[in-house]
C-alpha cells in the first residue's frame, strides 16, 4: 500500500522517496487537450457510460488553479472539499469525469469513501481525453492494458491479503511516483490511485491510500500478498509510467 506523505519536511511515505515524475501529454494517441464535442451528459469512465462514451474515451480534468471547489450539487450546491493542486506529491490534482451538465463536471473524487463523486466548475481546469484504460482482475490475479478496443500489454498481479483485501471499483491514477530505491519493496514506479483501503484507517502515518506499484520480489506476483495495493512487475509498471497518463481509469473486479 502507498503511504500518504507524512509531515512536510520528513522523509515521504514511500521509501527515501527522490521524485516526483508527472506524465505529460506529448504522446499523441494518449490524450489530446479540448473539452468534449458536446458537453453535456455522461462521458468515458472506468467503468464504460455506454458504447458512444467508451469509444471517445475516458475524460480528464486537471486544475489550472491552485484549489478545486467540489460541490454536493452544481450550480450553488454545498462545498463539500476544496482540493490544493498541486497534490501533496506535487502531482497536478486530477479527476476523473463522469458527466458533463453545462459549466459543471461531475467528478470521481480521490477521498473516502471510495466511489466518492463531486460537482466542479468546467473553469477550474483543463480537460483532456486519453484512449487507455487498465483492467485489474484479482480472480485472474493479472492486469490489462487496453486502448481503446485493444489490449496492449497484460500480465501477473499481487493483490491484498484476506486480512487487507484490495478493494473492488472504479479508479484512477492520481500521481507517479519514482522511489529513489529501485531495488526496494515499491519496485521503480508507483502510480498512486483514488481509492483508499476499506480495512486500515491508517498506515505508516498516512491515509491508507492504494497504488499500482512495481515490485523487488517477482515471486510475489499472482498471489495474495500486499497490504491492499496492486504489484506487477517492474518491466510491466516501466511500460505503464512510460504511456499511461494521470486520471487514467482503472477498473478493479473481483
Do not use: K
Not at 55 to 66: K, L, P, Q, R, Y
Not at 108 to 135: K, M, Q
Not at 195 to 218: I, K
Not at 232 to 244: F, G, H, K, P, T
Amino acid at each position: 500500500m502507498r503511504r500518504s506523505l507524512m509531515p512536510r519536511g520528513t522523509a515521504g511515505t514511500l521509501p527515501a522517496l527522490a521524485a516526483i515524475a508527472v506524465l505529460t501529454a506529448a504522446t499523441a494517441c494518449s490524450s489530446s487537450s479540448g473539452a468534449p464535442e458536446e458537453p453535456s451528459g455522461e462521458v468515458g469512465g472506468a467503468g464504460g457510460a455506454g458504447e458512444a462514451a467508451a469509444s471517445e474515451g475516458a475524460h480528464i480534468a486537471t486544475a489550472v488553479g491552485d484549489e478545486v471547489e467540489v460541490r454536493s450539487e452544481p450550480d450553488g450546491g454545498e462545498v463539500v472539499h476544496t482540493l490544493a493542486s498541486p497534490n501533496d506529491f506535487g502531482a497536478d490534482r486530477t479527476f476523473l469525469v463522469r458527466q458533463v451538465r453545462g459549466d459543471w463536471l461531475e467528478v470521481l473524487l480521490p477521498v473516502r469513501p471510495n466511489g466518492s463523486t463531486g460537482w466542479i466548475e468546467a473553469d477550474d481546469v483543463e480537460l483532456t481525453v486519453t484512449a487507455f484504460r487498465v483492467e485489474i482482475d484479482m480472480s485472474e490475479f493479472s492486469f490489462t492494458v487496453v486502448e481503446g478496443g485493444e489490449e496492449l500489454r497484460t500480465g501477473p498481479i499481487g493483490i491484498g491479503t484476506a486480512e487487507t483485501p484490495t478493494p473492488p471499483g472504479e479508479y484512477y491514477f492520481t500521481e507517479l511516483l519514482q522511489p529513489s530505491d529501485p531495488e526496494g519493496d515499491y519496485g521503480v514506479y508507483a502510480f498512486g490511485l483514488s481509492g483508499h483501503s476499506d480495512t486500515l484507517e491508517t498506515f505508516a502515518g498516512g491515509p491508507g491510500q492504494l497504488a499500482v506499484h512495481g515490485t523487488n520480489d517477482n515471486s510475489g506476483l499472482g498471489g495474495e500478498v500486499s497490504h491492499g495495493c496492486i504489484r506487477v512487475s517492474n518491466d510491466d509498471i516501466s511500460w505503464m509510467a512510460e504511456r499511461l497518463p494521470l486520471g487514467t481509469p482503472v477498473e478493479i473486479t473481483e
